[in-house]
Nanobody, 117 residues
Framework: QVPLVESGGGSVQAGGSLRLSCVAS??????MGWFRQAPGKEREFVAD????????NYTDSIKERFTISRDNAKLTLYLQMTSLKPEDTAVYYC????????????WGQGTQVAVSS
């Protein structure tokens, strides 16, 4: 059973919106986050959230455009993306920090987001 499964990626024009989802199958995490990797670039942090206290962190380039949230009952993480820009084009990955650990150690397979100008 794949622990993290993302969905919701796609192709949009600049200024459009997408919502990514990540279902955590069969386990819970103390923290979950979104990362992205653009072609030819290193994977970078986008946003994360603590599962119990609901504290969110964002990288500066997406603040006020993206919102991370989670649904405890559904074990699902979301990333609402608005005012998308071509530079947001990347593969977006969901990741989790298992309870008792400190690092992101479980990753989803990624979902492609393409923003055209």
């Amino acid at each position: 059973q794949v622990p993290l499964v993302e969905s919701g990626g796609g192709s949009v024009q600049a200024g459009g919106s997408l919502r990514l989802s990540c279902v955590a199958s069969g386990r819970m995490f103390s923290r979950m986050g979104w990362f992205r990797q653009a072609p030819g670039k290193e994977r970078e942090f986008v946003a994360d959230i603590t599962w119990i206290s609901n504290i969110a962190n964002y990288t500066d380039s997406i603040k006020e455009r993206f919102t991370i949230s989670r649904d405890n009952a559904k074990l699902t993480l979301y990333l609402q993306m608005t005012s998308l820009k071509p530079e947001d084009t990347a593969v977006y990955y969901c990741a989790g920090v298992p309870w008792g650990q400190r690092e992101y150690s479980l990753w989803g397979q990624g979902t492609q987001v393409a923003v055209s100008s």
